[in-house]
């Protein structure tokens, strides 16, 4: 079995070892959606992972709604984005860009607009908002004219992506964000070719990522998944026959990596008693298989791979306190602890001051 620190091939992207960093959300973009300095210096600090999944990125004004978030949707968002894949670039590692489309999650005080679903419901809980938190807005069903229009926003955030120097993309069809709720009959209650069956359920997916793939390479694309459990009020009645379909379409398109977000009953952040999809997955889908959530030890992390149930782990918020996450796990170094006060807010505190190992000369 493969170990933790071994490479691996991502499709076109090699990969030094298989401490993967996953898509997290930092909000230091400004109001425009407009990466920052800062960024790169962030991302820079983390280029020993074996491949960075960037933070969700909008690819629309539609469909981003997270306060100061980033987007690939404009001329002056690619060239803000190109100083931070090239300082990635310039300390050895490699990023793709996570494309994001929230759904019914945008608040329609951050786009302008009342956000689109697979139809009219409205996620529970209250937003996260420029104003504070405010309850989420009820959502409109996107029309079937509509789906050409989505899948251009893709394919332009994808040609955007490749233009401001990513090695790739990862589609985000995870967390309760509009792929998400299309897939799942909890919040998809359409009676067209994208509702229903769950190969009716599928379509988009199946879509977009043909999509994007088209202009990326399907050795460039990737995919993250949520199958199990319910995220930010979507669940699904039989998330199997959903997602190993779903998997197989995947495999077929020959994508680069599929990654799957899969809480557990004792999960920190979310947690569910649906159990994981990933050893059926695993068997539906062709490609490396990366596995996510509440993996905070190379130990944990080794099992799966042991077991054969993953190829690569991605480590989150172990990410975000420790720039240099696979050494020490490599070192088996005491890990960083991690501030959540400063997640999402602006500025340096708890986003590019964590310290790195200290190393004596012999």
Do not use: C
């Amino acid at each position: 079995m493969p170990e933790l620190f071994s490479p691996i091939d991502l499709g076109a992207i090699h990969a030094p070892n298989r401490v993967l960093m996953a898509p997290l959300t930092r909000g230091r973009a400004d109001r425009d959606a407009v990466p920052t300095p800062i960024m790169a210096k962030y991302y820079r600090q983390r280029a020993s992972a074996g491949l960075i999944i960037s933070e969700a990125t909008g690819i629309s004004r539609e469909g981003l709604g997270w306060p100061y978030a980033p987007g690939l949707w404009s001329d002056e968002q690619v060239e803000a984005w190109r100083p931070v894949t090239q300082a990635v670039h310039e300390a050895g590692g490699r990023i793709v860009a996570q494309l994001w489309h929230m759904g019914r999650q945008v608040p329609a005080s951050v786009s302008g607009m009342q956000p689109v679903s697979s139809s009219a419901t409205r996620t529970p809980g209250q937003a996260h908002t420029y104003e504070g938190k405010r309850d989420f807005d009820t959502a409109r069903a996107l029309t079937l004219d509509e789906m050409p229009r989505l899948l251009d926003d893709y394919a332009h955030a994808t040609r955007n992506a490749l233009a401001a120097g990513f090695d790739g993309v990862q589609i985000h069809a995870a967390n309760g964000f509009l792929i998400d709720l299309v897939l799942r009959d909890g919040a998809n209650h359409r009676d067209d070719r994208y509702g229903g069956s769950p190969e009716n359920r599928i379509r988009l997916l199946r879509e977009v990522t043909e999509r994007v793939a088209s202009v990326a390479g399907a050795d460039r694309t990737g995919v993250r998944l949520s199958p199990n459990g319910d995220s930010q009020g979507v669940d699904d009645s039989d998330p199997h026959a959903v997602f190993v379909p779903a998997a197989r379409a995947l495999s077929e398109i020959g994508i680069a990596f599929l990654e799957l977000r899969e809480p557990g009953p004792d999960g920190t952040f979310g947690r569910t008693d649906v159990p994981r999809l990933s050893p059926a997955i695993r068997e539906a889908f062709a490609g490396p298989l990366v596995l996510n959530s509440d993996y905070d030890s190379a130990e944990a992390a080794q099992r799966v791979l042991d077991a054969g149930t993953a190829d690569a782990i991605s480590f989150g918020r172990t990410f975000l306190a420790n720039p240099d996450l696979p050494e020490r796990l490599r070192e088996g170094a005491p890990l960083n602890a991690g501030n959540p006060r400063t997640w999402y807010s602006q500025g340096p505190e708890g986003y590019i001051d964590y310290p790195a190992l200290e190393r004596v000369d012999a």
